[in-house]
């Protein structure tokens, strides 16, 4: 008979407790529009508000709520709980708590509206492409634990400020350079040699002379031209105070026809001759000048040759590769065919090797030392060394620095010195910090 009673009082009380649990699981709904956002680098605020829904909260029962902030990597942080609660539940908590010393969840009573708010201090990992808000739910009665459908708040996205590399400001020697290809940075000089083809040289200027002679004439051919050009581009790298002309190469050549001999002394005087023009319209040091008398056009003759499609080729080709003495290669050229290819030759080719050969100048440029220094300061900050693009922007004297030092700035947490920064940024016209402007500005 104990037996039996024990198992009445039992189900009774099992009776009594399910009676005081709802009968539905409980639901967990938002009241208003969740905020995650970044204040700065180092921090985050996480803050929203939620409310019970159907079904009821008995003064026994409570609903512990615990935010989680996840990345599609699997990162995770659980953020403190808080808890929405009935009466009873809110009393023997607060006592046990009490008792033992513990820290309290905050608490909300089962009618109201929870509010949570809490800034995070920044994780690595929090800066993902993309960070998700979840609430995690537990219904709790006198029975059991049970868990609850999540709540997905929304994600953000980490703002994070882009620096933006700055272009050099070109010296005047590096802007001619761009549409004059005569002029090279002197890290390309190449001594010349004679089996170069100066035909090959595209980027070379030419100044050409009759037949015979070595007196420069303005108006022979386009030499008018050609001899402005140089002129002006030397006279101009002269003045520039950020470059110089450190190397005019003047090479003269003569074409095949008469003695070696002559040709060797024509092709020098042209070079020289050209040389003293220069040197009389741009006062430069005689030191800069590397004058060479390059004689007989050979290489250039071969080459064009080559790419002829004479029926003689090959005979031509074969009497200057291997006829050592030059004047006897003249003689055998003149001879082959009856003299046919020559007389092409002579029409087609030695006019434009009666020339003082190419010139070509170089320049060294003082770099943009500035721009180096916010370049390496952008590289620093992209590897997330941040307080060294600090210092090393800081003492720099030039408003290009403001973007990227504002970004250093922002990503050590000094926001309002950001934000001073990227608006000095974009009174300067820097489009990129005004992006970054905005951005930051949007993290309230």
Same mark, same amino acid.
């Given at each position: ?53 159907? %079904? ?349 030092? %504002? ?38």
């Amino acid at each position: 008979m104990k037996i039996i009673n024990d198992i009445q009082a039992w189900m009774g009380a099992a009776a009594l407790c399910l009676s005081s649990c709802p009968l539905l699981a409980q639901q967990v709904v938002p009241t208003g529009e969740p905020v995650l956002s970044w204040q700065d680098s180092t921090q985050l605020k996480v803050a929203f508000s939620v409310a019970a829904g159907d %079904g009821e909260i008995t003064s026994d029962d409570r609903l512990i709520l615990t935010p989680r902030l996840t990345t599609k990597a699997g990162d995770t942080l659980a953020l403190p709980p808080v808890e929405l609660a009935g009466r009873r539940n809110r009393r023997y908590f607060d006592r046990r708590a009490a008792l033992h010393g513990e820290e309290r969840a905050v608490v909300a009573a089962a009618a109201d509206t929870l509010y949570y708010n809490k800034v995070v201090e920044a994780e690595p990992w929090m800066r993902a492409s993309e960070l998700s808000l979840t609430v995690d739910c537990e219904f709790e009665d006198c029975c059991d634990v049970r868990p609850l459908a999540a709540l997905d708040l929304g994600a953000t996205c980490w703002f994070t400020p882009k620096p933006k590399a700055v272009v050099p400001v070109l010296s005047v020697a590096e802007q001619i350079a761009v549409r004059e290809p005569v002029l090279k940075p002197v890290n390309e000089y190449k001594p010349y040699t004679r089996d170069i083809p100066l035909r090959k040289m595209k980027d070379a200027l030419y100044v050409h002379f009759p037949v015979g002679k070595w007196d420069l004439r303005e108006d022979f051919r386009d030499n008018e031209a050609t001899l402005a050009r140089i002129v002006d581009m030397m006279r101009r790298v002269k003045d520039d105070k950020t470059s110089s002309i450190v190397k005019v190469v003047i090479v003269g050549l003569a074409s095949i026809e008469g003695s070696v001999a002559f040709n060797e002394h024509l092709a020098g005087r042209r070079a020289e001759v050209l040389k003293d023009y220069l040197d009389a319209r741009v006062d430069m040091p005689d030191s800069v000048y590397e004058v060479v008398g390059a004689g007989e056009a050979w290489a250039d003759l071969r080459d064009v040759i080559a790419e002829s499609d004479l029926d003689e080729r090959q005979e031509l080709l074969q009497i200057i590769d291997h006829t050592p003495d030059a004047n006897l290669r003249e003689q055998r050229i003149r001879r082959l065919n009856g003299g046919r290819p020559y007389q092409y030759l002579k029409q087609s080719v030695f006019a434009d090797q009666r020339n003082s050969g190419y010139i070509r100048a170089y320049y060294e440029a003082v770099p943009d030392e500035a721009a180096e220094a916010i370049n390496r300061a952008v590289a620093l900050v992209r590897g997330g060394r941040d307080a060294e693009a600090v210092a090393l922007l800081e003492p720099l004297d030039d408003e290009r620095k403001w973007n990227t030092l %504002g970004v250093a700035y922002f990503k050590t947490g000094r926001r309002k010195e950001a934000i001073v920064c990227f608006e000095r940024a974009v009174k300067a016209g820097d489009s990129e910090a005004a992006g970054n402007l905005k951005g930051v500005q949007a993290v309230e």
